[in-house]
């Protein structure tokens, strides 16, 4: 997942106000959902009395509180720049996207420990077609969420809503394995089959939690964007005739929002408000390409020695030699 967060937040052809509403819209969505299978899970367990249940029970818990997070960080990332935040709030979505891994891990630990419990003492599984139907329920409702935040994530971006629609991907699969458990415990008689479930699911969930945290903290950590969209930067800066080549490139995403800075080269003999013009073309061509990017152009004359600079950032391409 090299370029996974680079990828989360590459640019959209949407304004900044619709995004927000739909991330909004998103976040509702998920803690309304979490809330009722909340409701159905518990009833599910009380009658099963399966460690499995118990464990799809457990997740949606913590996709309830990791949602709550998401909705608060989405809704402070949102907010624009003020005078003390002068790049924004964007960084509230990575940091909701920490907490949510933080969320599932906990929740991974307690489902081994119920887990182990049943491996030494099994009991046996009742009401399974209680069981079922509330399963199916939640296969049903979360599909439908699932399908609803990556349409929003594909059209804004959106790290935390991301994050979240990972989490409700993953309870796809664990309300199937579930299912599977409940059959193999009842019909077959294999009762460590709900246990051994369990901690197969608690192993996934970990998994996923380890993938939202690296994603979090790259761009906490100002992680460059891809190399495609790095290459089409350069590409479009280039592509000016009065643009000789261009260096020093470095670039990093927050929230919805990229920062972009570059330098160009161009032909010495021009006058300053000749290379002022270029560099404003240059810079509209690229805010067309990326609307939702702050971009910073530095001029430089071709050949001028830029050894004055005292801090030179290692580049992962020859773009920001």
Known sequence: MN?????????????????????????????????????????????????SMLSTLIDSLLDAGASLVNLVAVRKALQPADYEHRFGHGKAEPLAGLAQAAFICGSAAF????????????????NTDFGYAVMVFAIVVTIALVVFQRSVVRRTGSTAIRADSLHYSMDVMVNVSVIVSLLLATNAGWLWADPLFAIVIAGYIVRGAMSIGRQSLDLLMDRELSEEDRRRIHDLAVSHPG???????????????????????????????????????????????????????HE???????????????SPSPLGK
């Not at 081994?112 to 599984?125: G, K, Q, T, Y």
């Not at 261009?246 to 021009?270: A, C, P, W, Y």
């Not at 430089?300 to 290692?314: I, L, M, N, Q």
């Open 3 to 51: 370029q996974g967060p680079a990828a989360a937040a590459a640019p959209v052809s949407l304004s900044p106000e619709r995004a927000g509403r739909l991330m909004k819209l998103a976040t509702y969505a998920s803690v309304s959902v979490a809330l009722v299978l909340i409701a159905a899970k518990f009833a599910a367990w009380l009658a099963t009395d399966a460690v």
């Open 111 to 126: 489902l081994l420990m119920e887990a182990v419990e049943r491996f030494v003492h099994p009991r046996e599984i009742e």
């Open 243 to 297: 643009v000789l080549d261009v260096h020093d490139m470095r670039t990093r995403s927050s929230g919805q929002n990229q920062f972009i800075q570059l330098h160009l080269e161009m032909d010495g003999k021009i006058s300053l408000i000749e290379a002022h013009e270029i560099s404003e073309e240059v810079m509209d061509r690229i805010e067309g390409a990326f609307p939702n990017a702050e971009v910073i152009i």
């Open 300 to 314: 430089d004359p071709e050949g001028v020695d830029e050894s004055r600079d005292t801090f030179k950032a290692e």
